[in-house]
C-alpha cells in the first residue's frame, strides 16, 4: 500500500526515525503540504497520514484510492470524517500519546508564575544581585503551591496526571466533568464546574471543544474566579473568549498561562499577545521528545493493524 504523509515536520523536524513507517509500504513523506498540493500527492495513495494539513469533502472526492486516514494528533477535525466514512475510508487517530507532557507544560506554566524563575535569572544578569546588600532579593512575592486550590476541568489521561501533579505538591484538588466521578483519592472532590470556578486558585482546562464547551470561559464565568487566579489552557483555544480574557487580564483581576489559542498560528492582533499578566507557548505541551515517539510509535501500529484487517483506534464507523 503506498502511504503518503503530507506534514511530518512537527512530529519529526529531524530527531525522529521513520524506518518503521517506512518498512510498510512504498513511502512518500513531506515536512509540510499546501492545500493545493494534497491531491497530487497523493494520487494512487491508499494511506494518507495528516497532523494539520485539512482533508476536506472535496479533497477526498478526488482520491479514490484513499482507503485509510490517520491522523497525527488526537484531534481529528481536520479530516471530514462524514465524508470520509460516506466514501468507505477508514479514519483513526493517536489517542494518549503523551499526557505527562501536556501535565509537565501545565505546572511549568504553574511554576513560572508563583515561583518567578525567568524574572529572577534575568535580575541577576543584569548585574542586580551584585548590588545587594542582603544575601537574597525578590522581585513579586513567591508563592508556595501547598494548600492552594487547583480546579481541573476535565478529566481524562491528561486531567487525572495534572490532579495527580496537584495532589502530589499538597493542593487540594477539585476536578469537574460532564458527569460526576467517584472513588476518587482523598486529596481529589469532584464538584459542579460554577463551584470550582468559585474555589479554586489555580484553574487548567483538560476538555474537549465541542458546542457545550465552546467558549466556557466568557466574560461570565470570568466573574466567578477569585482574584489573582491563575488560568491555564493547554487544551484548545476556543475553550476561552480571548477577548474578554484579554479585557479581564488587563483590568488586574489575574493571571493566564495558556499553551494553545483560536487560531494557530495566531494573527497578530490576537487580543491574549498584547494582553497583560499571560505567558503564552507555541502549542508545545505535547511535543516532547519522548511523547513525539510515541505518537510516532502509535501511529505505526495503527498502520501496520489497518493492514491486517484489524484497525486500532478508528475514530469513524
Known sequence: MKIVVLDGYTLNPGDLSWQALEALGECDIYDHTTLDQIVSRCQGAHIVLTNKTLLSAATLKQLPALTYIGVLATGTNVVDVDAATAQGIVVTNIPAYGPDAVAQMVFAHILHHKQQVALHDQAVKQGQWVTQRDFCFTLSPLTSLKGLTLGVVGYGDIGQQVAHLGAAFGMKVLITSAKPKTNLPDAIQWCERDNLLQ???????????????????????????????????????????????????????????????????????????????????????????????????????????????????????
Open 199 to 317: 474555589q479554586a486558585d489555580i484553574i487548567s482546562l483538560h476538555c474537549p471543544l465541542s458546542a457545550a464547551t465552546k467558549y466556557m470561559i466568557n466574560s461570565d464565568s470570568l466573574r466567578l474566579l477569585k482574584p489573582g487566579c491563575l488560568l491555564v489552557n493547554t487544551a484548545r483555544g476556543d475553550l476561552i473568549s480571548e477577548t474578554d480574557l484579554a479585557q479581564w487580564l488587563n483590568n488586574g483581576n489575574g493571571f493566564a498561562a495558556v499553551d494553545v489559542l483560536s487560531t494557530e498560528p495566531p494573527s497578530s492582533n490576537n487580543p491574549l499577545i498584547s494582553a497583560a499578566n499571560i505567558t503564552i507557548t507555541p502549542h508545545i505541551a505535547w511535543a516532547t521528545l519522548q511523547a513525539r515517539q510515541n505518537l510516532l510509535n502509535i501511529a505505526v501500529e495503527n498502520v501496520r493493524h489497518f493492514q491486517q484487517g484489524k484497525v486500532l483506534n478508528r475514530i469513524n464507523d
